[in-house]
């Protein structure tokens, strides 16, 4: 999906300067306008009952909206002096996006308080406009395309955006002083499968309006699909980690086999372990470079991300598993050298399961990809058992958005740098780089390397300390002969215990 260059777009107009123009015209900002009553539960059983019937999908807005191209698309955004509980006491600004170009349809929105939710109805005048906008037709199919929350992160008065609900179930956040990199979703079905994707839509929101002293702000969200619908309530803390609490309920139409479960969206092009395939003057590229699982038996896996020539499927069989996420852990300018994407100060994303998830996979899908502008990275959980028709499936779990959200508690040395390359005396080497702590002993001969690859061609294998990190760095070197594929594992063991997380990696020819 094309949507790293469209999404900064819009974090860039979020900070252009504003005109005068919605001031001038007196106009007094979002406006609120049937009202109902509302309860979180109204939101499950407006799906449960949607499940009952056959999927309608909603209206599309005029055609006028839906040819804009991508500069006519750029030429329209929200003047924030119109956003939800501007000029007020509440510690949350909602901004909302227009519809239109990749947003067909669109989006209701309600502002609910004291137990009533308020809609936001559509105007084209929160919206400044250049010249190059065209004349558009208003009518009743309209409505925004998605939301932005803003609060009060480093100076007070002034709101910074930390997180975007925008297009299918995509949605987004960073940290205090991060920048966009990757996305989540709220269902993922048949991701990669050869007969095609299906995309859940949130088709709805409701926010809560928060008392002035509060820190967290809770939205809830109907997901409507032609497989399932769904019901979500986040809670979300903005900070220097932004944590959404997520909770749902998800109504099946027909029975989901191929259900991902928190999925999380990225994109890598290329980093050292493949350098040779991209001229380009950047030594990587990419929003998160691995995947990191703490699995329900404790161990700790660090799986490094490729950009395959083929699709390529991993599944971490687990039972009841403690998190995953996808990470960004080079946090230093000089390792991406990109003035303008900024790498290094891309979030990485945690999932930290609540309640019994039982057996079933952490599923990694690679996807190829010859361009930064394409997320070619997802993960998901998924249950050993599909969902049945006419069944439902609740899950709980929480999401940190931020520079290194990761397991709890005591945890391995983690594997900061991988490189992979020819040597010239034959066969392609492996340096893979760990941290150093105090767990790691003067005399490196004390430690143990388990080192394992689904083809036995290893050799000169060798644990050695990088002098500038002082940590433990592993080689090996191995000669792929006429394989197409190879499965690497490698861990550093001290004294009968593990002193590092398990590398993981998957070798494909190119």
Same mark, same amino acid.
């Given at each position: ?6 999404l ?10 504003l005109s005068?123009?919605?001031?001038e ?15 979180? $539960? ?15 999908p ?27 509980w501007?000029n ?6 909602v ?8 947003f067909?349809q ?6 609910v308080?004291?137990?009533?939710a308020?809609?936001v109805?559509?105007?084209l ?6 010249d $190059? ?20 992160? *480093? ?22 002083? *991060? ?22 839509d ?10 002035p ?37 998800? /109504? ?18 290329f ?14 590229? &990419?929003d ?5 699982? &703490?699995?329900?038996f404790? *161990? ?6 490729a ?16 998190? /995953?996420g996808?990470? $960004? ?6 390792n ?7 790498y ?17 996979? !952490?599923?990694?899908v690679e ?30 779990y ?17 594997? !900061? ?5 020819g &040597? ?14 105090a ?8 430690? *143990? ?6 083809k036995?061609?290893l050799?000169?294998?060798? !644990? ?5 990190t ?41």
């Amino acid at each position: 999906m094309i949507r790293r260059e469209f999404l900064s777009t819009l974090a860039a107009l979020a900070l252009s300067p504003l005109s005068a123009r919605a001031q001038e015209a007196g106009e007094p900002g979002l406006q609120l306008g049937a009202s109902e009553p509302f309860d979180p $539960q109204s939101v499950v059983e407006r799906a449960r009952a949607m499940a009952a019937e056959e999927y309608q999908p909603r209206p599309q807005i005029p055609e006028s909206w839906v040819s804009l191209n991508y500069d006519q698309y750029r030429s329209i955004w929200f003047d924030s002096r119109n956003a939800l509980w501007e000029n007020t006491d509440t510690p949350q600004r909602v901004d909302v996006f227009p519809p239109g170009l990749y947003f067909p349809q669109a989006v209701a929105l309600y502002s609910v308080e004291g137990g009533i939710a308020h809609e936001v109805k559509f105007d084209l005048g929160v919206f400044d406009r250049t010249d $190059q906008f065209p004349e558009v037709e208003i009518d009743g199919t309209l409505g925004y395309s998605g939301l932005r929350l803003r609060a009060e992160l *480093e100076k007070p008065g002034v709101f910074q955006e930390y997180a975007v609900f925008q297009g299918a179930s995509y949605f987004r956040g960073i940290g205090t002083g *991060e920048i966009y990199g990757l996305s989540a979703r709220g269902l993922a079905l048949d991701t990669g499968e050869a007969d095609g994707e299906e995309f859940p839509d949130f088709v709805a929101f409701w926010i809560e309006r928060p008392e002035p002293e509060a820190t967290s702000v809770v939205l809830h969200a109907l997901l409507d699909s032609p497989s399932c619908t769904g019901a979500y309530r986040f809670d979300i803390t903005p900070g220097d980690t932004l944590r959404m609490g997520i909770s749902a309920t998800i /109504f099946a139409r027909t029975e989901l086999s191929r259900i991902g479960i928190a999925p999380l969206t990225s994109m890598f092009l290329f980093d050292e372990t493949m350098r040779g395939r991209f001229s380009d003057f950047r030594p990587a590229v &990419h929003d998160s470079d691995g995947l990191l699982i &703490h699995t329900g038996f404790g *161990e700790v896996l660090w799986r490094q991300l490729a950009n395959p020539l083929t699709l390529q499927f991993s599944a971490f069989v687990d039972n009841n598993p403690r998190g /995953f996420g996808l990470m $960004q852990r080079p946090r230093k300018f000089s390792n991406y050298n990109d003035l303008e994407a900024l790498y290094h100060k891309r979030p990485s994303a945690w999932i930290t399961p609540q309640g019994d998830w039982g057996p079933g996979a !952490v599923v990694l899908v690679e996807i190829p990809a010859d361009k930064e502008i394409y997320d070619n990275i997802v993960c998901f959980w998924r249950p050993a058992e599909p969902v049945p028709a006419g069944g439902e499936l609740s899950l709980r779990y929480t999401l940190d958005w931020g520079d290194a959200p990761s397991p709890t508690g005591d945890q391995p040395l983690r594997a !900061v740098h991988t490189a992979i390359g020819g &040597h010239f005396g034959g066969g392609i080497v492996a340096a893979i780089d760990f941290e150093t702590s105090a767990l790691v002993p003067e005399d490196l001969s004390r430690i *143990e390397l388990s080192l394992r690859a689904s083809k036995e061609s290893l050799t000169h294998q060798a !644990v050695q300390r990088n002098p500038e990190t002082n940590g433990p760095r592993i080689t090996f070197t191995f000669d792929p002969g006429e394989e197409d594929l190879i499965e690497f594992r490698a861990q550093l063991r001290l004294d009968g215990a593990a002193l590092s997380e398990v590398w993981l990696y998957r070798w494909t020819k190119s």
